[in-house]
């Protein structure tokens, strides 16, 4: 499969999700996932882009993020993945690289998906059947956007915020959404997108990156190209 360019233009909502080489451990101790979060939350400012949910697990990450300029989530992912390397073979006297290859991401649509996505990052480690309850897992912006811890990170979205008009009803609405079961069919739909670098969304928002952009951002229908 050809591997489509990367595409994070401005004010569009990016899903990133960066894995360890070889799916090994990429956090060792709290010493990782701070130093990886302070990275984070310097770049972020240094590159203009608004973090809204991000969770770290042992062996890969997931952020939601809206750029402030075009490429900008390159950059930002640039300047984490490559200090933070740095940082690790460091800290455990080792050598090489520590991601898999680049970052995977996709394009999200903020009208309908964005809260889908940001409730299938912070509730990973509930999957993981880490924790039962998302606020037990400390590596997530969960307890920043359900529970109100403050935090250096976060840039609230506008669909977060339309949820309710005070931060106590927007948390409680939150809370709620977040107790839903997640349709599977749709999260098989966010897993696609990000690894093939595509779209989430419907087609309507699929039809406007399109045309805007000039690039596929749905599947390729399957068979083989006619060649001429």
């Not at 400012?45 to 990450?61: A, P």
């Not at 299938?120 to 997530?140: F, K, Q, T």
């Not at 931060?167 to 098989?188: A, F, G, H, N, Q």
């Not at 690894?195 to 087609?203: K, S």
């Amino acid at each position: 499969m050809t591997r489509l360019p990367r595409l994070c233009p401005a004010e569009v909502p990016v899903h990133v999700m960066h894995r360890g080489h070889d799916r090994k451990i990429c956090f060792v101790c709290d010493d990782d996932y701070l130093s990886y979060l302070s990275l984070l939350s310097e770049g972020a400012l240094f590159y203009g882009v608004e973090i809204h949910s991000w969770v770290l697990m042992t062996n890969h990450i997931h952020i939601l993020a809206t750029p402030k300029s075009d490429n900008s989530i390159s950059r930002l992912m640039q300047h984490v993945g490559g200090h933070y390397v740095r940082y690790f073979n460091r800290m455990y006297l080792r050598t090489g690289t520590l991601w898999e290859g680049r970052f995977k991401s996709c394009l999200v649509e903020d009208e309908t998906c964005f809260l889908v996505c940001q409730r299938y990052i912070e509730l990973n480690p509930v999957r993981a059947n880490i924790v039962e309850d998302p606020g037990g897992y400390r590596w997530s912006s969960y307890r920043a956007n359900a529970l109100g811890k403050v935090s250096n990170i976060i840039s609230p979205h506008k669909i977060y915020t339309s949820l309710g008009a005070t931060p106590t009803e927007r948390m409680s609405s939150y809370r709620k959404l977040c107790s839903e079961v997640l349709d599977s069919e749709v999260l098989d739909d966010l897993r696609k997108a990000t690894q093939r670098g595509l779209a989430f969304g419907g087609n309507r928002f699929k039809d406007q990156i399109e045309a805007t952009f000039g690039r596929r951002v749905r599947p390729e229908k399957p068979g083989r190209k006619t060649k001429h």
